[in-house]
């Protein structure tokens, strides 16, 4: 019960942070490679998206 509820919050995390790089203005194979990683590599790819790449993706994109 409580891996589920800790996937579907993962889940969702992974969806919103796939928002949010889409949203992007850059180059569409990029920001499509970036979401795949995030959403491949699940709880790491949030950590490292939310803690320190997301300030410096609009520039990683470009």
């Known amino acids: 019960m409580v ?3 800790i996937g ?4 969702v995390l992974c969806i919103k942070a796939i928002i949010e790089i889409l ?9 499509v490679i970036a979401a795949i ?3 491949v590599t699940n709880w790491i790819g ?7 790449a997301k300030d ?3 520039e990683w994109v470009k």
């Not at 949203?23 to 920001?31: F, N, P, Q, T, V």
């Not at 949030?46 to 320190?52: D, I, K, Q, T």
């Open 23 to 31: 949203s992007l203005e850059g180059d569409i194979a990029k920001k």
């Open 37 to 39: 990683l995030v959403f």
């Open 8 to 11: 579907i919050i993962g889940l």
């Open 56 to 58: 410096k993706m609009a």
């Open 46 to 52: 949030l950590a490292v998206y939310y803690f320190y």
């Open 3 to 5: 891996a589920a509820i």
